[in-house]
C-alpha cells in the first residue's frame, strides 16, 4: 500500500468514493460557508454525510479568492475517516491501525524540493499577495464570533531544551495579514515549549501547516505523550515516511506536501484575549486566551486549498475524529497498559463532546460473568487518561451495542443499582465545563472548585450495569424462528427491514431445566400434556 | 364526534390510513405469527410500524380457525395510538385527551341487545366448538415458552365489598378448552379482588373480555388508582358511555360491543405457577404464580377477531402505550396533584421498560433558571407514583429534547456535576427487575434486599442536569445563516435535510456586551477594527 501522496490525492480519493461534493457556485466564506457545511451534522444521519470542495469563494466586502476550501473531508463520518487511514470501514479496522501506528512509528525523511515552496511570500514580499489575507478562511461561529477562524492548523515547534518537535492542532483567528494567534490549552505541549521559551526570554518559532496529508491532520489533532513524536506516528499511520523541507525564517521541518506554511514567532512576554469561539461542548468560550503569532514567512503551493475542520455543536467533524481516536487509545490504555483483558470495545459518544461520555464493553472470556473487581478495575483506569474526562463512564456487558445509547440505557435500567453500583470521584477537573461554576468566578474557580469545609474539585461517576448474576433468557422468540419470519416477512412485500440488534433472544446464564423440558414441549405443540402438569402442580393458599 | 363503533370499525379506520397489514396466506399462529409482528419492532423505525390483520390462521397440529387475529393494531406507534383515541398525532393532543378523560368521566350504560351474544357456549354446549381451543391463541415467546398466551385480555371483577367493578389487563396461558389463568401482580387490583373473596372462602366471578373498542383497551391497561372506574374513563377517553350487557353464568356486565367474552371464577384456595413468559423488561419471566380461572360460557361475534397485544423486549406494543400512558399521567400528577407549575413534559423510554428510565423537562417561566429546589421538588414527587418506578430520573432543560438520548445526555455531561446534582434514594422496590438479586435469593429477597447491617431495599437515582446558572450560547450559527444556508443547500441539490432539534444557536443568558459588540462587527466583516482592538489588549505575563 502507498498512502495518499498529499491532500489532493486523497480528495480525489474521495470524490470517487462518492463522498465529496465539489461546490462550484460562489460561496460567501464570511457568512455561508460554515452553516451550509454546518447543516449535515444537524440534517443528515451519520453515513449520509460527506466532504466539501468549495472552488469558488468569496468575502464579505466582495473579495474573491485563487485557491479553493476543503471542509469536513477528513472525518464527516467513520466511513471518510477510515478513507483517510485507508484502511476498512470499521472499527475493529481503525484501532489496528493506530495500534500499528503507535507499536511502529515511521521518522520522516528530508527533502529538497517541495510542492509547499512553489509560492514563497517573505520580507518585503511578504503581503504582495495579501498575507494571510489571500487565503479564504471561514467565519465559523455566525452570528456570535467575531474573527474568521483557523481550524485546521497542526502547529510544528521545537522544546528548546530537547530539541523534539512537537505537532498539535490548535484554533487560531486572523489578526491582520501577517499577525493571528493560537489558542493552546494550559496542557498544550506548544505551551510547554512556549513557557521554556519564556523563562529564557526568547520567542518561541513556529510554523502553522494548513493542508498536509490526512494521516498528519489526524495525528495533531489526537492526545498523544509529551515526547512521543506526531511525525513518526502519522508515518505509522501511512505505512511509510512522512516528507519534510527546512522552513524559509524559522528552524523548523514541515511537510513538503502541505498546501500552506505560515512561519513566524510567538513573542515570550505577552498573550491576547481569544475572541468568542464556537466549541466541541455545544457552547460558546469567552474568556479564553491565545499567543499571538507575528508571521514571517508564507510558502504555498499553487492554487492552495485552505482546510477547514468542523468542530463546535456535537456531532461534528471534531467529535466524529475525536470518538474514533479516544476509542482507539483508551481500549489500547485498559487493555494493554492497565492490563485488563475483559475490556472488549470503549465507545465514547458526541453528546460527551466526544469526551465525557464513555461506554466499556466487557466480555465474559469463559467465565459465566465478568469478576466484580475487574469491572470496577476498568471503570476507575478509565479516569487516568485525563483530569477531567471521562465525566460519565459505564461498564456494560458483551451482549450490550456500547454505541447505542438505548442498548446502554437498556443495561442501566435492569442491571444497575444505583446505591450498589455507583462511584462518584472527586478531585476532578472540568476545563471548558460550565457545570463547574459560573462565569462570575475565577477559571480556575469553575474548573476546580476549592472549599474548605466541603469537597474539592468536580467529580466524575462511574456506573457498574453489567449483570451481577446470571440472568433469565432475553425475551426474543429464539433465532431460527426469526429467521423464519423474515423470510415470511419478505415473501408478503412488506416494508424493508433493517434489523436491529438484538434481534432474537438468548440465553444468559439462568433457565431452569423445568422451563427448558416446557419449551421444547411447547416447540412441539404439547399443550395439552403441558396445562396437565400445571394443573398438577397447583399450591394451596 | 362520535367514538369507534367497536374494534371493527376501528380497524377499517387503521387500513384507510395505510397502517393495518392484512394478510391473507396462512400464518401457524404458534411457530410464525409473533416472530413476523416482533420484526417490526426489531427492524423498523417507529413510524413506519403498523398493525396486523391476519385471516386464514393454522395451528401447530395442522388446525385450521374460523376467525382472525389482530396484533399491534393499538399502539404500534404513536400515530396508531393517537387514531385509537382519535387525536391529532403527537404527545400534546394524547395528554390533553388523557386529562379530559379523567376531569370528565361517563359511566356507561346497559343495554339488552349485543354482538357479543352472536353466539353463546355455554353448560353442555360450552365445548361444542372446542371452548377456548376454538381461538386462533398465539405463541409469544417461541423457543423459551411452554404455552399459548392470552395477552389482550380485559378482566372484568367487582370488589366483594363494595361492588366496584375493575378492570384490568393480565396475562394468563391456553390450559385447555375451559380453563386458562391469570397472572395478576401483588399490587392488581383483581388481586385484590380474589383476597377479598379468599377470607370469605368463595370463589371471585370474572369476565376476560377481548376485543373491546380501543378505548377500554387503552384504559384496561394503564395504572388507574383503586375506587377510579376503568370503565367511567374510558367513556371519558371514547366521549361517550360505554355499552355493557349482562354476562350469561356471572354477575358482571361487560361491553356489548366486545369479540369474545369468557365468563367464569377463580377459587379461593389455589394458585398455579405461570409458565416462562417474555416481559416488557427485556427478560423471560420464571417464578411467578398466576390464578386459575375455570371457564363457564363463552360469548362471541361471529367470525370472532382475536384481539393479540405485543409486549417482551422493548421497544414493543406495550412500551409504546406504556411511555404514552405514564408521560399523561406522570405530568398530570407532577402539575396537578403536586403543583410543579415547572414541569413541562415528562418522557418515559423504552429502554426502561417504559417504566424505569424518566426524564422531566423543566421551564424557567420567566425567571433565568429554575429555583434548584424546584427541580429536587419534581424529581423526588416521580418517585411517589410507584414503589419501584421511576429508578432513573434526570431532570433537564427547556430547550433539551427529553426524548432524545443524544440530547439528555448531552445535558448530563456539560450541566451535571456527579457530586453534587445526585440523589441516591434507597428502600425502593424491584419487581421484575433482576439486578435486585440472583434467582437464588426468595422473591421478595430480590425484590426489596433486606440487611441487618447495610442499606434495606433497592434503589432509584435523580439526577439534576439542568444548568445552575446562565451559560454561554450553544456552538451553532444563528437561525438566519442557517436559514440561509438551507436554501443553498437545496438549490445545489444535496441530499435531502432532516433537521434535528437544535438546528441553531441560542443564547442561554450569559452573552457578555463586549462579545456582543464583537459579533455585531463580526457580521458586518469589520475584521481589521476588532483585530487593532484585540491586538491592544495584549496582556503581559
Known amino acids: 500500500m502507498t498512502y495518499y501522496r498529499d491532500l489532493r490525492e486523497f480528495l480525489g480519493e474521495l470524490e470517487k468514493a462518492g463522498k465529496l461534493a465539489r461546490i462550484r457556485r460562489a460561496i460567501n466564506k464570511d457568512t455561508e460557508l460554515h452553516p451550509l457545511v454546518r447543516w449535515q451534522f444537524r440534517g443528515l444521519e451519520e453515513p449520509e ?8 469563494l468569496t468575502g464579505i466586502h466582495g473579495e474573491s479568492y485563487n485557491g479553493s476550501l476543503a471542509s469536513t473531508v477528513i472525518a464527516p463520518c467513520l466511513e471518510v475517516y477510515a478513507l483517510a487511514l485507508k ?29 509547499v515552496k512553489e509560492e514563497i511570500h517573505v520580507g518585503e514580499g511578504l503581503l504582495a499577495h495579501g498575507g494571510l489575507g489571500e487565503f479564504p478562511i471561514p467565519m465559523t461561529g455566525n452570528g456570535w464570533e467575531a474573527l474568521p477562524r483557523l481550524t485546521g492548523c497542526c ?9 523534539e518537535v512537537n505537532v498539535g492542532t490548535y484554533n487560531g483567528v486572523y489578526l491582520g495579514p501577517a499577525e493571528s494567534c493560537a489558542r493552546v490549552s494550559p496542557r498544550g505541549h506548544m505551551r510547554i515549549h512556549w513557557q521554556k ?27 498523544i505523550p509529551y515526547g512521543v513524536s506526531e ?38 512576554d505577552y498573550i491576547l484575549p481569544d475572541p468568542a469561539s464556537g466549541e466541541h461542548t455545544g457552547y460558546t468560550f469567552v474568556d479564553r486566551t491565545a499567543l499571538p503569532f507575528h508571521i514571517r514567512c508564507i510558502t504555498h503551493r499553487k492554487n492552495p486549498i485552505w482546510h477547514d475542520l468542523v468542530d463546535q455543536f456535537p456531532p461534528s467533524e471534531s467529535s466524529v475524529m475525536g470518538n474514533l481516536n479516544r ?16 475490556v472488549k470495545d470503549v465507545a465514547f459518544h458526541h453528546c460527551g463532546g466526544s469526551r465525557r461520555f464513555c461506554v466499556i464493553r466487557l466480555q465474559r472470556l469463559g467465565a459465566t460473568s465478568i469478576p466484580n473487581r475487574n469491572v470496577w478495575h476498568a471503570l476507575q483506569a478509565s479516569l487516568a487518561v485525563s483530569t477531567e474526562w471521562p465525566k460519565i463512564t459505564i461498564a456494560v456487558d458483551e451482549d450490550i451495542d456500547p454505541w447505542d445509547l438505548e442498548s446502554v440505557f437498556w443495561a442501566v435500567s435492569f442491571s444497575y443499582q444505583p446505591h450498589r453500583d455507583t462511584h462518584i470521584v472527586l478531585g476532578r477537573g472540568a476545563t471548558a465545563d460550565q457545570s463547574g461554576g459560573p462565569r462570575t468566578l475565577p477559571l480556575d474557580e469553575q474548573e476546580y472548585p476549592r472549599s474548605r469545609t466541603g469537597p474539592q474539585g468536580n467529580s466524575s461517576i462511574l456506573i457498574d450495569a453489567t449483570r451481577k448474576w446470571p440472568y433469565t433468557p432475553t425475551s426474543l422468540p429464539k433465532r431460527e424462528y426469526m429467521d423464519r419470519a423474515k423470510e415470511i416477512w419478505e415473501e408478503l412485500g412488506l416494508p424493508r427491514l433493517r434489523p436491529r440488534e438484538p434481534w432474537y433472544g438468548i440465553s444468559l446464564g439462568e433457565w431452569p431445566e423445568e422451563y427448558q423440558r416446557h419449551a421444547e414441549m411447547g416447540e412441539r405443540g404439547e399443550f395439552d400434556k403441558i396445562a396437565a402438569e400445571i394443573l398438577q402442580q397447583k399450591k394451596k393458599v
Open 49 to 56: 454525510r460527506f466532504g466539501f470542495l468549495f472552488e469558488k
Open 327 to 342: 476509542e482507539a487509545n483508551m481500549l489500547n490504555f485498559l487493555r494493554n497498559a492497565c492490563g485488563i483483558p475483559y
Open 231 to 268: 511525525l513518526e506516528v502519522a508515518g505509522g499511520l501511512a505505512g511509510e515516511p512522512i516528507e519534510i523541507i527546512r522552513c524559509e525564517t524559522v528552524d523548523l521541518e514541515v511537510p513538503a506536501n502541505a498546501e500552506i506554511v505560515l512561519e513566524g514567532e510567538i513573542p515570550p
Open 197 to 223: 521559551c519564556q523563562a529564557k526570554g526568547k520567542p518561541l518559532q513556529v510554523a502553522a501547516v494548513i493542508g498536509p496529508s490526512p494521516a498528519l491532520v489526524m495525528t495533531s489533532i489526537t492526545e
Open 87 to 115: 484502511c476498512a470501514p470499521n472499527r475493529q479496522a481503525i484501532n489496528d491501525r493506530w495500534a500499528a501506528a503507535f507499536r511502529h512509528p515511521i521518522p520522516p525523511v528530508s527533502v529538497q524540493k517541495a510542492p
Open 155 to 163: 502547529w510544528f515547534s521545537k522544546d528548546p531544551e530537547t530539541g
